[in-house]
């Protein structure tokens, strides 16, 4: 859907461009939405970066070490970090103006990359892949930062959404931030494995760098128009009291955080074990192919977002959604079949894009906007700091004892009807396990008395407030 389909507000040639609802400083009109425009563009160059080294580095750990373990550890350890530094993040966000945040999180990415790099040509390949020298982690953990501080923009992308975009049209522009993203995932999905299989990753590096390079050119110039946020005294760098205290003023919101976070405790499962499942199936370059073209999946369901929007009751969605990822995760692996894993994977991103756009369209209609990048930022740190506990565990157990385990005659006597025959059956039966978790815990969630509150607080929640109202220059 066009951005111009968002419905901007005329401008009154008489008066200056300002809404009681806008937060501090800023004129919503055909101004902010050429910006928010522009914003999503850098964002599908920054994304394309940052996501096509991370697919690179977690093929290539695996083709070289063949362990499962050691790229749940570089999975998990994303993660982890990503949960550390969100509520930090977040207050960064609150604190400084939204452009000036996403400069310094590219400045500082192509920095850690231009290191990685740095690291390999002083090294070499032979000594960097194997996986139990010091050499190989410092080599991921480097790569890992550039990552981690990319992730600093998506929060403050959240915010500029509610900045720059008509509240009735917020749920629509989530959706194309939903379907950049999907492109750029897929684009990244295919020559992320294509360039580990056919120019290593030495070159893959260069091209990263490269890439990172002119996200920042990119994004210089480009203007967002917002005032300096008004200084707050007494609040710290990881100001987590500002946050809770934002969090629960909204009734039914503290059980969402918690249903996410259960979610993405689940998620884990999958982040540790989906790339190995599927390498066992595929050739690493055909595997990049299987992702950029099931990442059709983000494209389409993000722009259906855009196109319909979510419906009255965003808090419905976001759980009905979530039913469909529980049943998909309890049938995609049922047999070895490379059909079903592809298709499963392309309708799971299908139905992320709704999930992903309901829960920001929530946060940005019942959270105050001088204190939205720290509850996206603690929203963020403790559903996310699920995903690693999940992934750290399951990599061990996976590979020494379900994945040994279903390779016995006991285990495919025991569970061979279920999940049938083949060299990837320890892991299927976890994918299985992961979605039945899942499917309790939504319908739990459906019958619920918080579901019910945050309905009806989203239902009747004011337009945002103002501090004050100036035009900016």
Request: net charge negative; charged share 10%; glycine share 10%.
């Amino acid at each position: 859907m066009p951005l111009d389909d968002l419905d901007p507000i005329p401008a009154d040639p008489a008066a200056p461009l300002v809404e009681a609802h806008l937060p501090p400083g800023v004129a919503r009109g055909p101004e902010t939405l050429r910006a928010f425009r522009a914003v999503l563009a850098n964002t599908l160059v920054a994304n394309v970066t940052s996501s096509y080294l991370w697919f690179a580095l977690t093929f290539w750990a695996y083709l070289e070490t063949r362990s499962v373990m050691a790229t749940a550890i570089i999975g998990g350890g994303f993660m982890l970090f990503t949960a550390v530094f969100g509520t930090f993040f977040g207050t960064l966000v609150d604190h400084h103006r939204k452009k000036h945040v996403m400069v310094a999180s590219s400045t500082v990415t192509l920095v850690t990359y231009a290191l990685a790099g740095g690291i390999w040509l002083a090294l070499g390949e032979d000594r960097l892949a194997d996986w139990g020298s010091a050499w190989f982690w410092l080599f991921a953990a480097v790569i890992l930062v550039g990552g981690v501080v990319e992730s600093l923009r998506n929060i403050a992308l959240s915010t500029t959404v509610t900045l720059l975009v008509p509240e009735d049209g917020r749920d629509k522009a989530n959706g194309l931030v939903g379907t950049v993203q999907g492109i750029a995932f897929m684009i990244t999905s295919v020559f992320s494995g294509l360039s580990v299989g056919l120019l290593g990753m030495g070159w893959t590096l260069a091209i990263a760098i490269a890439l990172t390079g002119a996200s920042l050119v990119h994004l210089l110039p480009v203007g967002i128009p917002e005032l300096d946020p008004e200084p707050e005294e007494g609040v710290s760098r990881f100001d987590v009291r500002g946050a809770v205290a934002a969090i629960r003023s909204v009734p039914g919101l503290v059980a969402l955080i918690l249903f996410s976070t259960f979610n993405n405790l689940v998620s884990g499962v999958y982040i540790a074990l989906m790339d190995p499942y599927g390498l066992t199936l595929f050739s690493v370059e055909a595997w990049g192919i299987v992702l950029g073209v099931t990442g059709l999946g983000f494209v389409v369901g993000g722009g259906l977002v855009a196109k319909f929007g979510l419906g009255a009751n965003p808090v419905r969605t976001l759980l009905l959604v979530n039913l469909g990822v529980a049943g998909l995760g309890m049938t995609f692996t049922l047999r070895e079949w490379a059909w079903l894993y592809v298709l499963g994977i392309f309708l799971f991103m299908c139905i992320i894009p709704a999930a992903e756009s309901a829960e920001q369209t929530i946060l940005q209609r019942v959270v105050p906007f001088r204190t939205q990048g720290r509850v996206f930022g603690f929203a963020q740190s403790v559903e996310v700091a699920a995903s690693p506990i999940s992934a750290f565990m399951i990599g061990p157990i996976a590979e020494f004892w379900l994945i040994p385990y279903m390779e016995s005659s006991e285990g495919r006597s025991t569970w061979g009807w279920l999940v049938g025959s083949g060299e990837a059956r320890g892991i299927a039966l976890v994918f299985m396990g992961a979605g039945a978790i899942m499917l309790v815990t939504v319908l739990v969630a459906l019958a619920s008395a918080p579901y019910r509150r945050l309905s009806d607080a989203y239902a009747a929640a004011p337009p945002q407030q103002l501090e004050g109202v100036a035009t900016p220059d």
